[in-house]
């Protein structure tokens, strides 16, 4: 089992910049993939980023691709989102989430363990 809790979210201004922090605990983390979702009002929660635990290789949505980071903290054992030059459409219920196998996805159904979220607005 794994447990992980967000936090970080707020109320940001457009343009402006937050981090979040996905807390994990529970099993080993070798070999795990860690991402982060999104998921605003009436839409699909959408992929947003992943980061290899072990090899520490990311990858990030298009529509985050160049003002993201993601990244993590070993001895935390803690993810981290770093967003910049925030958009309105940036707001929404930001999720991380732990997959068990080592095989990076987009795709939220292949995540095994869920955070509760926390939300982010983006404010003009």
């Known amino acids: 089992q794994v447990q992980l809790v967000e936090s970080g979210g707020g109320l940001v201004q457009a343009g402006g910049s937050l981090r979040l922090s996905c807390a994990a605990s529970?099993?080993?983390?070798?070999?795990?993939?860690m991402g982060w979702f999104r998921q605003a009002p009436g839409k699909e929660r959408e992929f947003v980023a992943w980061?290899?635990?072990?090899?520490?290789?990311?990858y990030q949505a298009d529509s985050v691709k160049g003002r993201s980071t993601i990244s993590r903290d070993n001895a935390k054992k803690t993810v981290y989102l770093e967003m910049n030059s925030l958009k309105l459409e940036d707001t929404a219920v930001y999720y991380c989430?732990?997959?068990?196998?080592?095989?990076?996805?987009?795709?939220?159904?292949?995540?095994?363990?869920w955070g509760q979220g926390t939300h982010v607005t983006v404010s003009s």
């Open positions: 989430a732990a997959k068990s196998r080592p095989f990076p996805s987009t795709r939220y159904d292949d995540y095994d363990y």
């Open positions: 529970g099993r080993t983390f070798s070999g795990i993939v």
């Open positions: 980061i290899n635990w072990n090899s520490g290789t990311t």
